[in-house]
Structures are given as structure tokens and as C-alpha cells.
């Protein structure tokens, strides 16, 4: 396992990041050969974790071929890639496929900014803490999806709702971690800074910023998957476009393959935004050890 | 290089007085140690010294012709290293260049770990990165909280050694904080013993450099010595 994640992160190291970083990590590999090459069970082959699932996909297809598995109830793997190369060919998969990432974007922009920026402010100003965090506090009780009646009235269906329902439901996490990590910051880095004549933007960005990046990382990651989910939810309910209008026409019409394969773009695309996200955490965080050795 | 005065300085965290009466003049360039019990106000009288603290009662004054807050630097008991920048980045921070951060690292024998994450250094190594930082801005006065208060005994004299030498080319004024009565006599000009927040005692150090641990000198030691433990 631990010569997998090695390898991985080689790989991801001399595409990433700068020399210095490259000449640290070969150098901690390196100390650790020896230790490596007692680890390498047959197990430890980068493939191995992917058997399961490959046997899984496989007796699904068997299962069906022979019908034990009804089409109508689940369609094979090989179906649902037929589904989607059909789709693709007519460029309906890109169309639904675009239109969702952009409204995750937009809608993960406008609340991740939103929530950073009261997290920040709030974090760093008594005075605003005092004023605002309770509140903030008390409406994050709300399961934001409870939203959605109050949302299609205000909105309608139109690409606003979506957002907006985005937007709300990432600024949260997004508020708290940031908060939190900013109250969480060393006292005594910041007493350091002050005696060693930082301006208080120096201590912003030295000292406060950085201190608080896990936690904001943490918050990030987070608010990623509720974005997916506050998509799915909002595009299954009302939409003209997208994965989920893709699903419920799909589902009208019986096209179980079409369902199925809408269930597993948002997998990808979920998938593939916290894999952004992680990037993101070893690239901002590399020089906290946990960091550097996984 | 500028000096200090203490007039009367009091100080109270609420119902607890933990300075009173403090008289003291600091010229520039001495290096004066402060020594006495867990407890009795030390780091509590280095940050007033460096502003960290308002007095409650007295004034504190820096003497000198460009005397000022900002050429004040602490040496904290612990390295206080920003975890997030490599070792040159965290001397170079506060106005401070790369090239004045680097030659403070060459004084302190870091020069090739400038690259290095701060957790990849031992507790000594990442002490002597703080004390690069607090040269490397030329500070008029330098104020050492127990900053070998980790470490173990050969290192601490490696430190001493450093500590002196640096002084002397430099001259700031220093004031060290430290429970260990040799280091004190060791380094410093002149010894306080601060006790339940007052001066017990101030006794001046008249040795030469470099100091040989000699019948004067443990004389000095076991007078010090003497006056914090007994009543
Ligand atoms: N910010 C503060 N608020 C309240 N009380 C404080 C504060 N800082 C220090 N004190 C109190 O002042 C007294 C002296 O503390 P100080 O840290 O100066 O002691 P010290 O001599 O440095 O001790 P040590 O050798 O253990 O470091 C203690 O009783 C402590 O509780
Ligand atoms: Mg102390």
C-alpha cells in the first residue's frame, strides 16, 4: 500500500510541484527504501485494490446477460456505456454534462466566497463576530434542501434557483471552517509576528492565512460534495438541462440505461472535484508532514 | 543600541501583582540575566520591557538617540517557527531581506538548511534558526526568554558559546531570562534575581571573557544561587 501511494505520489510530485520540493521527497523515499522493500507483499500491487470492483462490474454483466438481472430493473455496464456513447454522439452528454459543472462552479464560487470572506471578517473582528456569528450560527441549523419549497416560488425553476440553492449550502461549511480556523491560529505566531514587525496585512497573510488553510481545506472539501448534492436535488426537481433533468426525462420514458448512467457521471464528477480538492490540499499543505509523506 | 529604564514599574494581571517596585537601568550594549523561581514575573518583565504588556504603575523608557519599540526583538522559550515557510523564508520576514536572512543563517551554521521545512530540524537547530531571526534584522535590543530552556546540555553550551560571540561582534543590548544560574553568570555583565515580582538581588559579574567556571566564578554562582533558594 504504502509503495502505491509512493508511487502515486512521485508521479504527482514531478508533474507538480518545484525542485526543492521533488529533491525533499526523493530524499524521504529514500530513506525509507529499506523499509519499502520489506512491505512489498504480494498485495501491495498498485492493481489489487481495483479487483473487487472489476469483479463486481463483471458478474453484473455476466448476472445480466443471462438474464438473472432484468434490463428494465438494471441494465448491464456495457449497456449503460452504450447509452452514453449514444448520447455522447448526438453531444446531449457534453450539453448536460456542461451545463451542471457550471452551475456547481457558479454556485460554489459565489457561496465559497461568501462564506470565506464572513469567515474571515468574523474570524479577525470582534466586533463583527459579536455581531453576526449567532445569527449565522442559528440559520445554519436549516437544512438548506428544506430551502426548496421557498426557492422555486422565489426563483421559479430558472438557473438562479439552482445556484442559489448551491450557493447556500456551500457557504456554510465553508463560514465555519474558516472561522474556526482563524480563531484556531497559534496566539504565539502571531504575538512572534507582531514583535517582528509585521504590518497587520503581513500578519494577514504570513501568519493568520496560511495558520488557517487546513481547517479552510477541510471546509472546501466539504462544501465540494454538498455542491453535488445540492445539484442533483435541485436538477431532479426542476430543470430544462442538466444530469438531473437527463435522469427524470430518462426515468419518464423508462430508459433505465440513461438512469443509471446520470448516477454515475455524478459519481465521476464527484469523484473528480474532491480529487481537485486534494491536489489542491497537498499543493497548499506541503509542508506539514501529513502532508508530505502520504 | 539603546538602554532601558524601569521606574517603579508595577504590574497586575487583575488581583495579582506580579511586578512591584522595579527600579531598574539597563545601559546599552550590557548583557544583564534574570534569574528566579518559576513564577516570579520574568516573562512577565520581558514583555513589558518589549511592549508586550502596559505597566499598571511606573514607566518604562527606552534611552538613547534613536530609541525605539521596533528595534526590540524576543527570543521566545520556544522556536516559534512559522511551520508553513522554509527556514530562509522564516528569518526573512518583517521588512527583513533574503540576503541579510541568509548571512544571519550562515552566522548561526545553517546555511545549508535554508531550503528545509522547520519540522525537519532538531529542537537545537530550529532554536538557532530563531535566534538568526532575531539578528537578522541588526535589533538594538535583543530579549532571550529561557531560549535554551530545551535543551540538553551540550547543546546549550554550543548555544552559550554562540549567544557570547554574537554579542560581541554586535554589541545589542541583552537581557536573558534563564532558571540556569551558571548560564547566567556565564554570559551576562550583571545578574538579577527577581522574587515574588521585586529585585532581590543585583549583583555585578566581574569576570573576564572568555569565562572559566573558577572559584570566582562558582562563588558567584553559589552567592546567586543562595538568595534564590533561601529566604
Ligand atoms: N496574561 C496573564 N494573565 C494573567 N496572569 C498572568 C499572565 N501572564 C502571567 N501571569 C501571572 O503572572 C505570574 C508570573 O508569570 P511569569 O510568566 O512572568 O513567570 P515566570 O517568572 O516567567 O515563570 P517561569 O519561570 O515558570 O516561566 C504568574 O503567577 C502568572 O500566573
Ligand atoms: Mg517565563
Not at chain 1, 13 to 22: A, P, R, S
Not at chain 1, 124 to 144: A, N
Not at chain 2, 89 to 114: F, S, T, W, Y
Not at chain 2, 188 to 206: H, M, N, P
Request: proline content about 3%; overall charge neutral; aromatic content about 8%.
Amino acid at each position: 500500500m504504502q509503495s502505491i501511494c509512493l508511487h502515486i505520489f512521485v508521479d504527482l510530485i514531478e508533474t507538480e510541484c518545484g525542485d526543492e520540493i521533488q529533491k525533499l521527497i526523493k530524499k524521504f523515499i529514500h530513506t525509507k527504501g529499506a523499509e519499502r522493500v520489506k512491505k512489498d507483499k504480494w498485495y501491495n500491487n498498485q492493481l489489487f485494490p481495483w479487483l473487487l470492483p472489476i469483479v463486481v462490474v463483471l458478474l453484473w454483466q455476466v448476472l445480466g446477460d443471462r438474464g438473472l438481472i432484468k434490463s428494465t430493473m438494471l441494465p448491464t455496464p456495457l449497456e449503460v456505456v452504450e447509452a452514453g456513447k449514444n448520447l455522447f454522439q448526438t453531444g446531449e452528454l457534453q450539453k448536460h454534462v456542461y451545463i451542471s459543472t457550471e452551475r456547481a462552479i457558479i454556485g460554489f464560487f459565489i457561496g465559497g466566497t461568501i462564506g470565506f470572506l464572513l469567515g474571515l471578517f468574523n474570524g479577525t473582528v470582534l466586533f463583527l463576530e459579536k455581531l453576526i456569528d449567532t445569527s449565522i450560527q442559528m440559520i445554519r441549523t436549516i437544512p438548506h434542501l428544506a430551502l426548496i419549497p421557498l426557492v422555486i416560488l422565489w426563483f421559479g425553476i430558472g438557473e438562479s434557483a439552482k445556484i442559489f440553492l448551491v450557493a447556500v449550502g456551500v457557504m456554510f461549511p465553508i463560514y465555519i471552517n474558516t472561522f474556526n480556523g482563524i480563531k484556531n491560529v497559534d496566539y504565539k505566531l502571531i504575538e512572534m509576528g507582531k514583535v517582528y514587525g509585521m504590518s497587520k496585512w503581513q500578519l494577514f497573510t504570513n501568519i493568520i492565512l496560511p495558520g488557517a488553510m487546513p481547517n479552510i481545506l477541510v471546509g472546501i472539501r466539504y462544501a465540494l460534495g454538498v455542491t453535488w448534492i445540492s445539484l442533483i436535488v435541485a436538477e431532479t426537481i426542476g430543470a430544462d438541462a442538466g444530469i438531473g433533468y437527463l435522469a427524470t426525462t430518462a426515468r419518464e420514458f423508462m430508459q433505465m440505461d440513461i438512469v443509471v448512467l446520470t448516477i454515475v457521471l455524478y459519481a465521476i464528477l464527484g469523484k473528480l472535484s474532491d480529487f481537485i480538492a486534494k491536489v489542491c490540499e497537498q499543493r497548499l499543505l506541503k509542508w506539514n508532514p501529513a502532508y508530505r509523506k502520504n | 543600541m539603546f538602554g532601558i529604564e524601569l521606574k517603579n514599574v508595577g504590574k497586575r494581571f487583575g488581583a495579582n501583582e506580579v511586578l512591584r517596585d522595579i527600579d531598574l537601568s539597563i545601559p546599552k550594549g550590557s548583557f544583564t540575566a534574570i534569574v528566579g523561581k518559576s513564577g516570579c514575573g520574568k516573562s512577565t518583565l520581558l514583555r513589558v520591557i518589549a511592549g508586550l504588556e502596559e505597566v499598571t504603575s511606573g514607566s518604562l523608557a527606552y534611552t538613547g538617540a534613536e530609541a525605539k519599540k521596533s528595534n526590540i526583538r524576543i527570543m521566545f522559550q520556544d522556536d516559534r517557527l512559522l511551520p508553513w515557510k522554509n527556514i530562509l523564508k522564516n528569518i526573512a520576514i518583517g521588512g527583513v531581506n533574503k540576503v541579510d536572512a541568509e548571512i544571519a543563517l550562515e552566522k548561526v551554521g545553517l546555511r545549508d538548511k535554508k531550503g528545509d521545512w522547520p519540522d525537519e530540524l532538531s529542537g537545537g537547530q530550529k532554536q538557532r534558526v530563531a535566534l538568526a531571526r532575531a539578528l537578522a534584522s541588526s535589533p538594538d535590543v535583543l530579549l532571550f526568554d529561557e531560549p535554551l530552556g530545551a535543551l540538553d546540555a551540550l547543546t546549550r553550551m554550543d548555544m552559550q558559546h554562540l549567544m557570547e560571540g554574537l554579542w560581541q561582534e554586535q554589541h545589542f543590548t541583552s537581557i536573558l531570562v534563564t532558571h540556569d544560574v551558571s548560564e547566567a553568570v556565564y554570559l551576562a555583565d550583571r545578574v538579577i534575581v527577581l522574587d515574588e515580582g521585586g529585585v532581590k538581588l543585583d549583583q555585578e559579574i566581574d569576570l573576564g571573557r572568555p569565562r572559566e567556571r573558577d572559584d570566582k566564578f562558582t562563588s558567584y554562582e553559589k552567592k546567586i544561587l543562595d538568595q534564590i533558594v533561601g529566604g
